[in-house]
C-alpha cells in the first residue's frame, strides 16, 4: 500500500499529539506528587499571617463542640483539628500520620476529626456514611474502610450500603439514616463560619494556633524551594512543651 505525503504528514502530527498530551499527564502527575502541601488563596491569605513553609498563624485556638468526633482521650492536653475528605488521597495519607502521632502520643494528644464536604456530592455522602454509620458506634471503622478504598486507588460509588454491609451494620437502620441526611442535608458539621472561611482544600489541621495545610509527613523534610519543614512528630511534641 502506496503512503502518500499528505496521510504521512497526518500521521507525524497525530503522533506529535500523543506525544505531548502524555507528557502533559506525566508533568501534571508529577507536579500533583510534588504539590501535596495545598496552598491558600490570595484572599484567604490575607486574613491570616504565615509562619513557615505550609504552616499559618490561626485567627483563633478552636476547642470541642458536641458534634465533634474524637479519636483518643477527650481529656488530652493537646488536641488536633482536622478537617478531612473521605473520598480524597491526601487525607487518606495524613490519617495514617496521625495514627503513628496517636501511638506516640497515646495520653496527649487526641484527633478530632471534622468532616470537609465542600469539594463534591461524593464528599458529601462519603461524610453522610461516616455519620450514619456513628449511629451505631462504627464511624471510626466506616471512615478506615473509605480511606482505605481511596488508598487503593479505587474509586468511591454511590453505593456506600456496601460498605455499611461489609462492617456488619444494621442496614435497615443504615439506609434509613442516609436517605434522611442526604434527602434533608441533616449532615452534622462542626466549626464557625469565621473558621471554615480558611479551610480552603484538604486535609487541613489546627494545632494549638497553627494551620497546617496539606498531608504534613511525620518527619521533618526539605521542601520543594529548599526550606527546611517541621514534620508533624516534631510539631506536636514541640506544642506539648508549651502546654506543661
Request: glycine residues 4%; proline residues 3%.
Amino acid at each position: 500500500m502506496k503512503i502518500t505525503r499528505k496521510s504521512f504528514r497526518l500521521s507525524l502530527i497525530f503522533i506529535a499529539i500523543f506525544i505531548a498530551i502524555l507528557i502533559f499527564i506525566v508533568a501534571k502527575r508529577l507536579f500533583i506528587n510534588q504539590n501535596k502541601f495545598l496552598s491558600l488563596s490570595p484572599s484567604s491569605k490575607s486574613q491570616i499571617t504565615k509562619i513557615q513553609g505550609q504552616t499559618y498563624l490561626a485567627p483563633q485556638i478552636l476547642t470541642l463542640e458536641k458534634t465533634d468526633q474524637i479519636i483518643g482521650p477527650r481529656q488530652a492536653p493537646l488536641k488536633l483539628f482536622v478537617y478531612e475528605d473521605y473520598t480524597n488521597l491526601f487525607s487518606a495519607n495524613l490519617a495514617q500520620t496521625l495514627d503513628k502521632i496517636r501511638k506516640k502520643f497515646p495520653q496527649q494528644v487526641a484527633v478530632v476529626v471534622r468532616p470537609y464536604t465542600k469539594s463534591s456530592s461524593l464528599a458529601r455522602s462519603a461524610a453522610a456514611s461516616v455519620q450514619c454509620a456513628g449511629q451505631q458506634g462504627q464511624w471510626l471503622a466506616m471512615r478506615s474502610l473509605l480511606f482505605k478504598t481511596v488508598e487503593q486507588e479505587k474509586f468511591l460509588t454511590e453505593n456506600f450500603q456496601l460498605d455499611a454491609q461489609k462492617l456488619g451494620l444494621n442496614l435497615k437502620s443504615f439506609n434509613s439514616c442516609f436517605l434522611k441526611v442526604k434527602k434533608l442535608g441533616k449532615l452534622k458539621t462542626s466549626g464557625s463560619q469565621d473558621v471554615m472561611k480558611n479551610i480552603q482544600g484538604v486535609p487541613t489541621m489546627f494545632i494549638g494556633q497553627k494551620i497546617i495545610l496539606g498531608a504534613r509527613p511525620y518527619n521533618n523534610y526539605i521542601d520543594s524551594h529548599g526550606d527546611h519543614i517541621q514534620g508533624l512528630e516534631s510539631l506536636v511534641a514541640e506544642q506539648l512543651t508549651k502546654i506543661k
